[in-house]
């Protein structure tokens, strides 16, 4: 398989470095993460002139009809530079609408093309965890439209948004159905609250009473509900996974840095033979993610679910495990200083936690990819307990 990146791919992601490099310094992003909306209009016109919010939109709405493998360069760059805007959260509630409805909502697709239209995915809920199929909020029938009711948690740049992909639940044929709808950020009964978690990105708890929308809100429901969620969150984690591994990238760059520059006994710590044995490990784990996050975004074009399942989850924790390696030798190379707030090693590793958090944690997609496998041909030569233990000591 050819892992090389297209001209135009190499050129695109050529541009975002030189814009991070250039107009993102690690001072200018502490300063944007502390201000009150924790991201920058200045910033976001600049990624949208580039190109990047229309680069995964359809053409028909403006966009370039990108795919996963299309945006993997460009999240490494953003990644690289530890850029907090909404670029992720967009994109990903923006495929949700993308791979629904079709010409419904092409307005909006077409707002995200051009920048003026953010979004966010409205999913997780307090007592659902990674199950995004653990919902509780309703949305009651009432004539010909909808009144949504609930709680949503921990939504990636939900108060900066201004339109919401939320589940809810409606009553179906055979009982309660889970439903996907596109909703006004700013409608009347919806309550967000913002707030800065511990990478300096901000999230929201977002609140819904009684939020009535038209019947064209609906994108689907029941098992086309479900295997949207699972289809698009599959899109989220490769996303994340290309994320990653500019995050690490930095951080073992920084490192090295570091550690030419830093002396003890007269002598730059670089040349601590220990050391230098840690930093290729460090090297060696970034290389395996980085392998693992450019095959996940390749399989997002597959028509094999499982297949795509696996890989998915496979990637995000082969990424896990990196970013728990990498950052933990990073912080101990760096010394106490490796935990200030004024040295960008303590913001990375803060970013890596964040995203190994972010739609299932290396757990979660570890007990996933086992599930996964139990039906491939194999898989079904050999006992559960002999397939499963080889992966269970890699946790």
Known sequence: MDFEFTSEQTQLADAVRRLVDKDYGFETRRTIVASSSGTSDEVWAKLVDLGLTALPMPEACGGFDGKAVDLLPVMHELGRGLVA???FATVLAAEFIKRASGEAHRAILEGVANGSIKM????????SR???????STAARAGGRYAISGRKAVVAFGAQADRLIVSACIDGRDGAELALFVVDANARGITRRDMRVLDGQ???HVTFDRVEVAADALLAQGPAARELIDAVSDYGVALLAAEAIGVMEALNAATLEYAKTRKQFGQAIARF???QHRMVDMFMHFEQARS???LAAFKMDSNDVRERRKTVSAAKVRIGQAA???GQQAVQIHGGMGVTDELPAAHLFKRLTMIELTLGDTDHHLQRFIAASKDDGVARTQPRAERTAPLQRVA
Do not use: G, H, N, T
Not at 130 to 136: A, G, P, R
């Open 292 to 294: 693992m996050a450019y």
């Open 120 to 127: 966010a995915a409205a999913l997780s809920e307090a007592q």
């Open 324 to 326: 728990r390696f990498i």
């Open 273 to 275: 033979q220990v050391l």
């Open 85 to 87: 805007e909404p670029f």
């Open 130 to 136: 990674y199950d995004l199929f653990d919902v509780k």
């Open 202 to 204: 901000r999230v929201a």
